[in-house]
């Protein structure tokens, strides 16, 4: 079996600890599973609930404005404005987009 080192403040080390103790089960015996399941493909991994989010919301405003474009290309144009300037404004967006 492979060894691995990795680093993690001591409040968090302190509590796996915890909660491993109370399962009577090492620290390795408690962390293994949650590993395993951010190598496995078929599982997704530790990120994939928000890639997923993301991936629907994109979808859902892509419909929206295509249906608002049909409708009406200056409001479209104008939400569109909106959206770059709150983006721009929360640091999401980069300088040279907003122009």
Do not use: W
Request: aromatic share 2%; charged share 20%; with cysteine.
């Amino acid at each position: 079996m492979t060894k691995i080192s990795i680093r993690i403040d001591e409040a968090l080390h302190a509590r796996l600890n915890r909660r491993a103790d109370a399962a009577g089960v090492s620290l390795s015996h408690l962390i293994r599973p949650a590993l395993e399941q951010a190598a496995d493909p078929a599982r997704g991994y530790v990120f994939s609930s928000q890639d997923e989010i993301l991936a629907t919301c994109i979808q859902i405003l892509s419909i929206v404005a295509t249906g608002i474009g049909q409708q009406s290309p200056k409001a479209l144009e104008q939400g569109m404005a909106d959206a770059r300037a709150i983006l721009a404004e929360r640091g999401l967006l980069a300088p040279e987009a907003t122009r």
